[in-house]
T-cell receptor, first 114, second 112 residues
Framework: DTGVSQDPRHKITKRGQNVTFRCDPI?????LYWYRQTLGQGPEFLTY????????KSRLLSDRFSAERPKGSFSTLEIQRTEQGDSAMYLC????????????FGPGTRLTVT | SQQGEEDPQALSIQEGENATMNCSYK?????LQWYRQNSGRGLVHLIL?????REKHSGRLRVTLDTSKKSSSLLITASRAADTASYFC????????????FGKGTLLTVNP
């Protein structure tokens, strides 16, 4: 299966701890996106990369959040000093760019902050 | 913030019936996309319609777009139990802005 993969699928952490999620996009997709989804809502955009460059960050992405995409391949999303409000599904998506607008989503990482 | 609003929020039908979901959005768009989300396969792209198109078909899916009313509809014909899922419309910023803005979704339940 050469789809988008995310790791871990589930993460339970205590408030105040740091967590890091990983996303592996479809190979050769140069665009990678992070979204956050809470229960009963649609996904909300967090940030995106074109190759290794982070081109846009949402205001939802507070200073406690940081994302990287070294070498333009996989990406990591780190949340420092987690809060209960960070509990959500974190979705990663990729797209080939070059005018193709549809995005391919991974299964998501469900974060629960206790 | 959510760009689109799907209507209805929830829809329950019998297998074989047609299902229609609507989406309204706020700003001008270059294209509108529909996605499906279920627990088994996550969020999957279904169809994209460009702003200069009025209708598009893909298998049992039919999408319409009315840019004057800033609305779109998704019709699923001859529904199956496997169509049970949440359906979202999404728009992007156009040009080099690919980020998607989703609505809240319609939860479709198809009863066997």
């Amino acid at each position: 299966d050469t789809g988008v993969s995310q790791d871990p699928r589930h993460k339970i952490t205590k408030r105040g701890q740091n967590v890091t999620f990983r996303c592996d996009p479809i190979s050769e997709h140069n665009r990678l996106y992070w979204y956050r989804q809470t229960l009963g809502q649609g996904p909300e955009f967090l940030t995106y990369f074109q190759n290794e460059a982070q081109l846009e960050k949402s205001r939802l992405l507070s200073d406690r959040f940081s994302a990287e995409r070294p070498k333009g391949s996989f990406s990591t999303l780190e949340i420092q000093r987690t809060e209960q409000g960070d509990s959500a599904m974190y979705l990663c998506a990729s797209s080939p760019g070059q005018g193709a607008r549809e995005q391919y989503f991974g299964p998501g990482t469900r974060l629960t902050v206790t | 913030s959510q760009q689109g609003e799907e209507d209805p929020q929830a829809l329950s039908i019998q297998e074989g019936e047609n299902a229609t979901m609507n989406c309204s959005y706020k700003t001008s768009i270059n294209n509108l996309q529909w996605y499906r989300q279920n627990s088994g396969r996550g969020l999957v792209h279904l169809i994209l319609i460009r702003s200069n198109e009025r209708e598009k078909h893909s298998g049992r899916l039919r999408v319409t777009l009315d840019t004057s009313k800033k609305s779109s509809s998704l019709l699923i014909t001859a529904s199956r139990a496997a169509d049970t899922a949440s359906y979202f419309c999404a728009t992007d910023g156009g040009g080099s802005n690919y980020k998607l803005t989703f609505g809240k979704g319609t939860l479709l339940t198809v009863n066997p």
